[in-house]
């Protein structure tokens, strides 16, 4: 059965509206841009052809309502990261930069690379997403009452009513706190209590980290390989080299999501201590010269490769069984 012909559809996506480029088969390309909502979602949506696969950036929250409707009527999508479009844009050269002109290098980008379809996130883990943030927010509130009040602390003489009106507002924070752990560990719990238990096996991985590999990775379902999961979070390192007279330093690619590095680095630094593996492997790229960084990010990797090994084998940490290689390909 030959492989159908589809009319790739760039969206460049914003808060308020969105524009689209398409050129059908008929050869006569059309663009416009509509309103990023309910009304708007459903104007494009009748202006698309047939075999549509629209391919729109990861920007921020505001991409996700129209792909998630696109996605209920059936059309196909891709949702790509932004510096990505970015950098096959500058390989274009392409000197304009409107919203219109980047729908169509979206469009185009579609057109030639091979793309996978999007699929929406689980109700669950969309819940416990924004249960984190909103925690993350909480934090940063606590942060700055508790540093406004040693301020003013600091200076010997404090209103009585502000300093018990900052204390009683840090006790509601603290609760509220409090209520967002629970309500993410009961989500956990819920939908993939088993795999977090058998993540947090793994010395080095705390509830913290296991809670956004599994959120981030959807429980590691689309994922085939250790390498793939590596890719997509931004570990993979990126060596700057020209001849023999241009030796840049290797480091990450930071395409991924910066909140599970960073939870993953403070897990290795944790895992080169008390995970046997990573302490060997760590050790050894030292004793070969190898800086710290470089031996912390081949710790972290080993710990991602740890993870995807029990994610897809079901079976709990074993420091005596160290060899997952038959599981983590």
């Known amino acids: 059965m030959p492989k ?46 047939e075999n549509s696969w629209v391919v729109m950036e990861a920007s921020g929250p505001y991409y996700y309502q129209l792909a998630s409707f696109l996605y209920d009527k059936g059309v196909k999508l891709s949702v790509i990261n932004p510096l990505v479009i970015k950098r096959f844009t500058q390989m274009q050269l392409k000197r304009t930069k409107t919203d219109s002109a980047d729908a169509h290098s979206i469009a185009t980008y579609g057109g030639l690379m091979d793309i996978k379809p999007w699929e929406p996130l689980k109700e669950c883990y969309m819940e416990i997403k924004q249960w984190y943030v909103y925690r993350k927010q909480l934090l940063k509130h606590q942060h700055a009452i508790l540093m406004k009040l040693e301020a003013f602390i600091a200076t010997g003489s404090v209103n009585k009513l502000i300093r018990k009106s900052m204390e009683e507002e840090l006790l509601r924070v603290e609760e509220n706190i409090k209520d967002a752990d629970k309500q993410m560990n009961m989500l956990i719990e819920k939908e993939n209590g088993a795999l977090k238990k058998q993540l947090e096996s793994v010395p080095g991985i705390g509830p913290k980290t296991s809670l956004l590999l599994i959120v981030a990775l959807r429980g590691f379902d689309s994922f085939e390989t250790y390498k793939q999961v590596i890719s997509y ?48 492997l760590y050790l ?46």
């Not at 308020?16 to 909502?37: E, I, M, Q, R, W």
């Not at 690619?253 to 990573?278: D, F, P, S, W």
């Open 233 to 280: 979070l931004g570990l993979s390192p990126r060596i700057y080299e020209s001849g023999t007279s241009v030796k840049g330093k290797a480091k990450i690619c930071k395409m991924g999501m910066a909140e599970v590095r960073k939870c993953l680095y403070m897990a290795a630094r944790a895992a080169k201590i008390h995970n046997n593996t990573c302490k060997d």
């Open 284 to 329: 050894r790229l030292r004793a070969k010269g190898k800086a710290h960084r470089v031996a912390m990010i081949a710790v972290v990797n080993k710990l991602i490769k740890q993870a995807f090994a029990i994610a897809k084998s079901g079976i709990a940490y074993d420091k005596s069984y160290s060899n997952f290689n038959a599981v983590a390909k």
């Open 4 to 49: 159908p012909i589809h009319v790739f559809i760039g969206v460049d996506i914003s808060k308020d509206n969105f524009d689209f480029y398409f050129k059908p088969t008929d050869g006569k390309a059309l663009k416009g841009k509509v309103v990023n909502n309910a009304e708007g979602f459903l104007e494009f949506f009748l202006k698309l052809p």
